[in-house]
């Protein structure tokens, strides 16, 4: 339940962040902060594995070559997000530490990115692939993702109690949680996704999910890729952060069965899209 309310949060923030987020980074700007170097240590992004956005922010780190080490939040306790040298009042996810001249706090994917875009060496990297800032930034398809992708994954991916049970199968995987924990964040978690997915439907306005996805991803398609004719929805060789919004947001449901619906079991170019941006983000 946790994790959708924070999908449902950002959805409905999603109209006004770019205002918001400009006027943040001016007034970054404005304070001369440093900005992180190639020199320095790792990122650190506190997350969910499940988590669309988290996964926005993943991509656009993996692409851009910036390093980046993650920490799994229990959903249940969030105790992660409480403990040193985070500050413990912003109880969400995704969240980053900056280890530069002093440990930073950013916190939410649109924030993290454009911290990202500021950084000397993602700078280079784009300058490098011939991508100017605005124009890489600058995309209907990301908040294509954000907003509409993002919201149908819950009901995708937790429509019955079998699919959310599987959904919460990576806890499984996660060391920094006792064996207790995984169980407890797995069944909890099963119930509450389940139950909250006939409500997401209800509320968006679908009785099908698999049909409302794969209209969405037949916009995509039609309208970003061209029908297959860009490689990319940049229209450049490239991809931009449109296309890492709406690859973030797919990977993030990997090894389940949305996931093999989305890219292997329908047609159009999705498939070859998605290989090559596979490759983009080694």
Known sequence: MKLLIEVQRQVQLRSASSTVLLERTQRLRRTGRRLFSA??????????????????????????????????????????????????????????????????????????????????????????????????????????????????????????????????????????????????????????MYMAAAKVKKRIGITDERTALSEALGRFERDGLQGGRLQFSSGLDKPDLGDLAVFGVLRSVRGLDAHDFAIKSRPGPLKDWYAKMVGETR
């Not at 956005?53 to 939040?73: A, G, H, R, W, Y």
């Not at 994917?109 to 930034?137: C, K, W, Y």
């Not at 908040?143 to 149908?152: I, P, R, Y």
């Not at 699919?163 to 797995?186: C, E």
């Open 39 to 192: 020199s320095e240590r790792p990122l650190k992004l506190f997350q969910y594995q499940i988590c669309p956005f988290c996964n926005i922010v993943k991509s656009t780190l993996d692409f851009v070559k910036v390093p980046f080490e993650t920490i799994e939040v229990n959903p249940l306790t969030k105790a992660e997000l409480s403990s040193e040298p985070l500050s413990g009042e912003y109880k969400k996810v995704p969240v980053a530490l900056i280890d530069g001249s002093a440990i930073e706090q950013i916190n939410g994917s649109d924030e993290i990115i454009q911290r990202v875009m500021d950084m000397p060496r993602t700078v280079s990297f784009l300058e490098a692939n011939g991508l100017h800032g605005e124009r890489f930034q600058d995309s209907e398809w990301r908040t294509f993702a954000a907003v509409d992708l993002a919201q149908l994954l819950y009901p995708n991916i937790c429509g019955s109690l079998g699919d959310s049970y599987r959904a919460f199968g990576y806890v499984n995987n996660v060391d920094s949680f006792s064996r207790m924990q995984q169980i407890s964040v797995q069944y909890l978690g099963m119930l509450a």
